[in-house]
């Protein structure tokens, strides 16, 4: 059977999968199953058309990594065809861990990164194959010395970014987030086994950085997804709490097994079962737990899940600072006036923080190579100047409606 497949891809167009091993991999069913996590969770509420998935995603990051290799090999940096393998299979499995909704529910129904549980999934898949993903996974734990392999999963200009910043911008419609991925990877260079990017590519780091930023803003942390994923946060933590109460609640098996159990990140790492359950979750679980929960005798839950698979979206505010607690006490005050019972406004009256920056100086630097050999940070070279600091927004959530307008 020939394994060096083709896909038609919407952004790149045809792609291919140079090795055996990666269609594999890709054939696996805990890779197939990032065909049911969508890459943006719930910014289609926003954008229609932003129902790509994380296998989408990964494609494309692999995609990309063989370009990068291609031209750094070009420049004179020798990387073998073991390891050229091993980034490979990396960058394809870099998000596997995720879980339902992405980066909504990370930490909801278990409180353990998607990293960590990418790691297990890989050292589980080791198992399976052999020991091939040895070197696999010492590039992904950054533990091999040539540092710019893992700098091409994980850094500030790793093929992760390339591929999500240009694959969310075409299919949510934003153009603001395109950016000239061809160009950079072309600009890239290997100097003392770090990542570089030649001196002519500096305008084209900081149309990235901008397209980031600017990303960041209007897509990912969009206040209306933002509300919407807030939401569908709540709606799990209120079944969350009736399950562990012993409350019985219609949902998958899979889904039963992580609300049932208060789960630490370390039972999580020691219990067989728990990957092989989550192995099994996706956005389709959590939609079928919407539909049912809807019809729950739990009103609060029921109201919660409602609102969220229907979209009626609570009302947002966005500021600059935190919220003062006289006003958080007037809005509940106010939400109690429209008949919402006081026990529910925890669940239905929250803030929180969101918080990004385009550009770190606190970890790996972008680095700039120049003729004359000399590599300098990039926060040292540009013109324009980098918005280096963190930005942060404080956001408060609370139904727009009176109680029971809603059906």
């Not at 209120?238 to 159990?261: I, Q």
Request: with cysteine.
């Amino acid at each position: 059977m020939n394994k060096r497949k083709i896909f038609n891809d919407p952004v790149y167009g045809f792609v291919s999968v140079p090795h055996e091993l990666l269609f594999d991999l890709i054939e696996h069913p805990y890779f197939q199953r990032l065909r049911r996590i969508k890459q943006v969770s719930l910014t289609h509420y926003v954008y229609p058309g932003a129902l790509h998935t994380r296998f989408h995603h990964a494609l494309g990051a692999l995609h990309l990594m063989g370009q990068a290799i291609d031209v750094l090999r070009s420049k004179g940096t020798e990387i073998s065809e073991e390891e050229a393998l091993a980034v490979s299979i990396a960058i394809l499995l870099h998000d596997i861990g995720h879980g339902p909704f992405s980066h909504t529910l990370e930490h909801t129904l278990i409180n353990i990164s998607h990293e960590e549980i990418s790691l297990q999934f890989m050292q589980e898949l080791n198992r399976e194959f052999n020991g091939e993903l040895d070197l696999t996974i010492r590039i992904f734990k950054n533990e091999y010395p040539r540092k710019f392999l893992h700098q091409l999963i994980s850094g500030q200009l790793d093929m992760d970014r390339m591929d999500y910043l240009n694959r969310d911008s075409y299919f949510t419609g934003v153009s603001e987030g395109v950016i000239g991925f061809d160009r950079i990877i072309k600009m890239l260079a290997v100097k003392d086994d770090e990542l570089v990017v030649e001196e002519k590519g500096i305008y084209s780091i900081e149309k990235f950085l901008i397209a980031r930023r600017l990303m960041y803003w209007q897509v990912y942390l969009h206040k209306t997804v933002l509300a919407a994923e807030q939401m569908l946060v709540k709606t799990l933590l209120r079944a969350k709490e009736l399950a562990m109460s012993g409350h019985p609640l219609d949902v998958t098996r899979s889904l039963a097994w992580f609300l049932y159990r208060d789960l630490t990140p370390e039972d999580f790492r020691e219990n067989g079962e728990a990957l092989f359950h989550y192995s099994r979750l996706d956005d389709y679980d959590i939609f079928v737990a919407l539909k049912n929960f809807s019809e729950q005798e739990d009103q609060l839950l029921s109201f919660l899940a409602d609102s969220t698979l229907h979209r009626r979206l609570f009302r947002i505010e966005l500021q600059n600072e935190d919220f003062k607690e006289s006003y958080l006490s007037e809005k509940r005050a106010e939400i109690q006036q429209k008949g919402y019972p006081e026990e529910w406004l925890d669940y239905i009256v929250f803030h929180g923080v969101e918080a990004n920056h385009a550009y770190s100086t606190s970890r790996d630097e972008i680095k700039i190579l120049y003729k004359s050999g000399e590599v300098v940070p990039m926060s040292q070279v540009t013109d324009f100047g980098l918005q280096t600091r963190q930005f942060v927004k404080y956001y408060l959530c609370y139904p727009k409606r009176k109680y029971g307008a809603n059906k």
